[in-house]
């Protein structure tokens, strides 16, 4: 379980973010267990993840960012437009460190 980020860690974490590419995207099918465990997995290999909620998906963006924080044990950096940035330090050897 992860503490709350500060803003100067959202603001640190939202630049590193700004480059990456989605790797997860959520379809029609929503928040499925297969969904979670592949954003789940993209936060272990990178710790910083970006998520992009596709246009068919049947569930609110913030409502969406929220539940993968959940179920995941990472924080949401940012929610802009369809795209979450979601944060979770690896549990042995964090590669990010926040200021």
Do not use: C, S, W
């Not at 100067?8 to 590193?16: G, M, P, T, V």
């Not at 789940?40 to 909620?53: F, M, N, S, T």
């Not at 929220?66 to 179920?71: I, T």
């Not at 964090?94 to 200021?99: D, E, I, S, T």
Request: hydrophobic share 45%; charged share 25%.
């Amino acid at each position: 379980m992860t503490v709350a980020l500060t803003g100067k860690q959202r603001r640190f974490l939202r630049a590193r973010g700004h480059g990456l590419a989605a790797v997860v995207l959520v379809g029609k099918e929503g928040l499925t267990g297969a969904l979670v465990a592949a954003v789940d997995r993209a936060l272990l290999d990178h710790e910083l993840v970006k998520v992009r909620i596709g246009t068919n998906a049947m569930v609110d963006r913030h409502d969406a960012a929220a539940e993968l924080a959940e179920r995941t044990g990472a924080e949401v950096a940012q929610v802009l437009g369809n795209t979450v940035l979601l944060y979770r330090p690896h549990p042995e050897e964090p590669v990010l460190r926040l200021p």
